[in-house]
Nanobody, 130 residues
Framework: QVQLVESGGGLVQAGGSLRLPCAAS?????????MGWFRQAPGKEREFVAA?????????YYADSVKGRFVISRDNAKNTVYLQMNSRKPEDTAVYYC?????????????????????WGQGTQVTVSS
């Protein structure tokens, strides 16, 4: 089992950069987990943002809306996954959640789907002003 805590959100201006950390704790080994970032804007469903494979994180995936602007990474020594948000836009405004999955069987086929993740953080609000 793993507990996830996101941080780093707040009110920011469009453009520029912001990094969201998600710290993991618990009895399981962090590097064994596949990790994802999702976001949910008011009145909308939760949507996929980015995902990273377990171990060294050699495989990364992005939603088309953030590709080229956001970067997901992990530091297993710190039990933390990051979402680097560059060139922020007002439409990036949302609550950002990180999620973890231990079992590998369907992750590569379904990493975009929130229902496959077993553990979730409480979320951190990011508001981008124009």
């Amino acid at each position: 089992q793993v507990q996830l805590v996101e941080s780093g959100g707040g009110l920011v201006q469009a453009g520029g950069s912001l990094r969201l950390p998600c710290a993991a704790s618990g009895r399981s080994t962090f590097r064994m987990y596949y990790m994802g970032w999702f976001r949910q804007a008011p009145g909308k469903e939760r949507e996929f943002v980015a995902a990273i494979s377990r171990w060294s994180g050699g495989d990364t995936y992005y939603a088309d809306s953030v590709k080229g602007r956001f970067v997901i990474s992990r530091d297993n020594a710190k039990n933390t996954v990051y979402l680097q948000m560059n060139s922020r836009k007002p439409e990036d405004t949302a609550v950002y959640y990180c999620a973890a999955r231990l079992e590998s069987s369907v992750w590569y086929a379904r990493f975009r789907f929130p229902e496959i993740y077993d553990y979730w953080g409480q979320g951190t609000q990011v508001t981008v002003s124009s």
